[in-house]
């Protein structure tokens, strides 16, 4: 008898959850909060990693390296130039 009404409740939450899916407008808005969710995750998870490999960078002294191999290699010239304003 137990195992009945555990079935039963299972299946009516089957049924709840397949009524929902099968509506389109509850799926679309179902569809979109899941995607929402699952961007603010990766994102999040890009800062948190991000974060981390910076940290153990500049703590490791690899990061001041690579600032001076990209200064020496003139990769990146980062002097900013102010353009002077007109004279009348």
Not at 24 to 35: Q, V
């Amino acid at each position: 008898m137990q195992y009945e009404s555990e079935i039963l409740d299972q299946l009516k939450k089957i049924n709840k959850n397949l009524d929902k899916l099968s509506h389109p407008i509850k799926g679309a808005w179902f569809s979109f909060k899941s995607g929402i969710f699952r961007a603010l995750g990766y994102l999040f998870g890009t800062v948190v990693i991000a974060s981390i490999v910076i940290y153990i960078l500049s703590q490791s002294g690899i990061g001041q390296s690579i600032n001076n191999w990209i200064q020496s290699n003139k990769i990146i010239d980062y002097q900013i130039v102010a353009p002077e304003p007109d004279q009348p």
